[in-house]
Each structure stands twice: as C-alpha cells, then as structure tokens.
C-alpha cells in the first residue's frame, strides 16, 4: 500500500546542469501536484498534471522548469541550467480526482541543492 | 503578496494544555480550509479541513474554526501531546480549483 513515492530523495547539481524529479503517485490516483518549498517559506504551486496532460501551471517558472504526466510511469520536473535560487524541497502529491475537497497525499520530497 | 498568514512562526506549549494555531487569509474566493502537518524530512500530512458552509468540524482531539467575517481559520489540539510537535501549516483551495495555496506554517512544541 505505497503512498506516493519521490525519487531521489536528495539531489546536487551544479550552476548550468539539469535536475529531474520523479513522482509516482499514489496507486490509482491520476492527479498529481507539485509544490516547491524554499527555506522559511510555505508550499508554493507549482502545476498540475493529469494524465498526459498539464492542467494548470499557473506556477511554473516561464523559464528552464517542465513537468510531464505520461500515459506509462512517473511524472517528471525537470530544471534546466540550474541556478542557486533553485535550491529547495520539491514536493509532489497525487488525488484521486480533482479539487480541494480532495486530499492531496504528499510524497517525502526531493531536496534539491545548487552548488 | 501573501493571501494566506500564520503570524506566528512558533509556539510551545505543555503537555496536556490545547494549542491553537491560527491562519488568516485575504481573498474571499476559497471555500475549502485545511490543515496539514509536517514533521522534518518528510511531507506534509493532511490533519483536518473544513468547507465554507460550516464554521467548526472536529475530529477527536483536533477542531478547525472557521470565521469567515474575519476571513481567520485556527486549529485547536486539545489535549496536546509531545508527538504533535511538527510544522502546521493552514492550505486554502476552492472545490472547483486544483491548487491549495499555503501558509508559511507555524512550529508547534509541545513539552512533556
């Protein structure tokens, strides 16, 4: 009964390289989250995926960031030419179906560190 | 520009005694308020929620108010035990919407 897995757990990239963090989602779910929290701050949206589609990324840097939901395995965001403002704890969480009267499941996160 | 505010960034407090936590909002558009809570390394956990139709839900030792007036959201733990020392942050969403919008979460310590 697995909740909602990320890998890896800690990341370091250099200034310019490429990060990329996975998310499964819950067994069964087919909305996922992703949330970024930097030091001393809360969650900030970052977009939404359905399946093979992004709902909303209304979040999303305009710039270097991605996320993909594909039919077959993990959903995937990626950040291009890293930089140090980067650094921070990726979260993603999946739901079953939309909206907030839904729980979203939070998976343990990905610490991401710029060097 | 913050929509959602947990002023205090901590608060400490005896075993035994109730903890309220509290959040603040601006934005008259949420109807759904939830609490999450979070211990170190790990995600956050969904705790309680409540929607805008009601003004108070209770699950065992745990209440969420909702004073919509005042746009102000709290959590009371009564009776507060050491194990729920952690990160609590308030989340604000719309049952129509996708995103849950957070505070900046306010550290709970409970000493035995």
């Known amino acids: 009964n697995a909740g909602v897995m990320q890998n890896p757990r800690h990341l370091v990239r250099r200034r310019g390289q490429e990060a990329r963090l996975r998310c499964s989602p819950v067994?069964?779910?087919?909305?996922v989250y992703w949330y970024r929290q930097l030091p001393e701050e809360g969650l900030k949206f970052m977009v939404y995926?359905?399946?093979?589609?992004?709902?909303?990324e209304s979040g999303m840097p305009k710039e270097r960031f991605s996320a993909e939901f594909p039919k077959e395995g993990p959903s995937i965001l990626r950040i291009q030419q890293v930089v140090r403002g980067d650094s921070a704890a990726y979260f993603c969480?999946?739901?079953?179906?939309?909206?907030?009267?839904?729980?979203?499941?939070f998976g343990p996160g990905t610490r991401l560190t710029v060097l | 520009d913050q929509q959602v505010k947990q002023n205090s960034p901590s608060l400490s407090v005896q075993e035994g005694r109730i903890s309220i936590l509290n959040c603040d909002y601006t934005?008259?558009?949420?109807?759904?308020f939830l609490w999450y809570k979070k211990y170190p390394a790990e995600g956050p956990t969904f705790l309680i929620s409540?929607?805008?139709?009601?003004d108070k839900n209770e699950d065992g030792r745990f209440t969420v108010f909702l004073n919509k007036s005042a746009k102000h959201l709290s959590l009371h733990i009564v009776p507060s035990q050491p194990g729920d020392s952690a990160v609590y942050f308030c989340a604000l969403g719309n049952q129509a919407g996708t995103a849950l919008i957070f505070g900046k979460g306010t550290t709970l310590s409970v000493s035995s």
């Open positions: 409540i929607s805008s139709i009601k």
């Open positions: 067994k069964g779910h087919s909305h």
């Open positions: 934005n008259s558009m949420f109807d759904y």
């Open positions: 969480a999946s739901s079953p179906y939309a909206g907030a009267d839904n729980e979203q499941f």
């Open positions: 995926l359905q399946k093979e589609n992004i709902i909303d």
